[in-house]
């Protein structure tokens, strides 16, 4: 089976084929961090897990990064408000972030670069497209001329005279203090202002403008092409549009083979946003602080709500699908949880690894034809209630329509597909009173086998095991793993 993907700047699906066989290099822009992160980010960072996921259980080796935007005046207004530093603001909220999307299972990214770690690199991409023309200075602030490159718009597919005026740089070309030479250039560095944070640079003391960051960071960590960009359709323009004018003009190679957006989350038709103050925090959800549902959500709900529509359409979130999810969660739980007394067999400790190989075909099938999730559940349903059929019969009329050996392949096939989605009973975490240091180094010993192998399901699993013990594990540059309590 061959893997396609809808490829924004294409408007069709491609063939996927990566740079360098075998390896994905994977850029997600990040969140905003000056508030808690709301359902509509649940879904963005749950979609692109799952695709994460899914390559690696496809064979390859994904790197995934996923920037942290900590300089902007929303955090500004923030930290004036409540007398607070821009970074204690920050902090504040990347903590947050962790503990909302981590209950999500959603994986730890390999990298979050901030903003605030890159302006230096900034600074040097700037006056490298300064040098080449497609920027200039005006009084400290400095901007990009977007009629210097030639193809603007192509991700779009907006041409100059339909764009707006000031869409691209968060600068109102109408005010009488605006220096740009075309309406529809967009800041690259702006100029210091009274009591903000500024950074030194060649134009005077400032900070970055919001386009240029991921282009600078992306650089930084990945190099000048990746494989895959994922973030909101609502970041296709003006966002992404001026990440691949600031980076291809910079160095005349594609910044992204594939360009993928999430579709938004909706309330009653509109995207649901903080500026629309129509939003759902996901630590309302999950505590039961939502008015709609005023009980805790199970992550695996909220999760399977994401994945039962397309990641490419709109996503409308109502009182019936939250609870048609926690229902259909409660049906893939059950079939998890089975013990079969008959076998001694319990599907969290299954021996045998031999799967249902009709099944993981169609499951494949569906997740190939463009990250397929809804159709990709379907399979796993129909494991699950074949599943508790099967225990029924078993367990209150002493018969079977499976054989021992059909059976353990049905199991351990849903337990598969169910973590390729990230959808797993999460056990309470506990914290061992004191460090056994050789019970981890045999864990991770066994974890970087699993990598080697390519086995990377089972290398998440034992993170996972290892952090639900308190154990962080960092994954070097290198190729070293090292680890912290």
């Known amino acids: 089976m061959t893997l396609r993907i809808y490829n924004t700047l294409t408007r069709h699906k491609d063939l996927f084929t990566t740079i360098e066989p075998g390896k994905v290099t994977m850029y997600c822009c990040g969140i905003t961090v000056y508030d808690d992160c709301h359902l509509g980010h649940a879904r963005s960072y ?35 408000a409540e007398g607070l530093t821009m970074q204690e603001v920050s902090d504040r909220y990347i903590a947050a972030y962790f503990r909302d999307i981590r209950r999500l299972n959603i994986l730890d ?176 959800l999950l505590t039961g602080n939502w008015s709609g549902y005023p009980q805790p959500i199970d992550p695996m709900a909220i999760r399977l709500f994401v994945l039962q529509a397309h990641y490419r359409k709109p996503l409308d979130f109502t009182k019936a699908a939250i609870i048609a999810a926690e229902k259909g969660w409660q049906t893939l739980k059950e079939a998890l949880m089975l013990d079969w007394p008959q076998l001694n067999l319990s599907l969290q400790m299954l021996v045998s690894r031999e799967l249902d190989a009709e099944l993981v075909r169609r499951f494949q099938a569906a997740m190939d034809d463009d990250f397929n999730t809804a159709v990709g559940l379907a399979v796993l349903f129909e494991l699950a209630k074949s599943l508790k059929r099967e225990f ?74 290892l952090q639900a013990a308190g154990i962080t594990v960092i994954d070097q540059p290198d190729g070293r793993t090292s680890w912290h309590r």
């Open 109 to 284: 990214a390999d990298e979050y670069p901030r903003v605030t770690e890159h302006v230096p690199e900034i600074c040097q991409f700037i006056q490298a497209l300064e040098a080449k023309g497609y920027a200039y200075a005006v009084d400290g602030d400095v901007y990009y001329s977007v009629q210097r490159f030639a193809d603007y718009g192509k991700l779009s597919g907006r041409q100059l005279e339909q764009m707006q005026a000031g869409a691209g740089g968060r600068v109102d070309p109408t005010d009488p203090e605006c220096k740009k030479q075309y309406p529809f250039d967009f800041a690259l560095w702006k100029a210091v202002k009274p009591g903000e944070p500024a950074w030194e640079s060649p134009w005077g003391k400032g900070r970055p403008g919001w386009h240029i960051e991921c282009s600078a960071m992306i650089r930084a960590r990945l190099g000048a092409t990746i494989d895959l960009h994922g973030g909101g359709s609502d970041l296709v323009f003006p966002h992404h549009e001026n990440e691949i004018a600031q980076s291809e003009a910079l160095t005349g190679e594609p910044l992204a083979r594939y360009w993928l957006h999430n579709g938004m989350v909706t309330v009653n038709g509109e995207k649901m946003s903080k500026s629309l103050g129509n939003f759902t925090t996901i630590q309302d």
């Open 46 to 80: 749950i979609v692109w897990d799952v695709v994460r996921r899914y390559l690696q259980w496809r064979g390859y080796r994904v790197r995934y990064v996923q920037n942290f935007t900590d300089i902007d005046d929303k955090i500004l207004n923030r930290a004036q």
């Open 392 to 465: 029924n019969l078993r367990s209150y009329q002493g018969s079977s329509e499976l054989t021992d050996v059909q059976l353990q392949q049905r199991s351990q096939t849903l337990v598969d597909l169910a973590q390729v989605l990230g959808l797993e009973v999460q056990a309470q975490p506990s914290t061992p009173r004191e460090i056994n240091v050789d019970w981890i180094e045999a864990l991770l010993q066994k974890r970087q086998q699993a990598r080697q192998e390519k086995r990377y399901a089972e290398s998440d699993h034992i993170r996972k095991q």
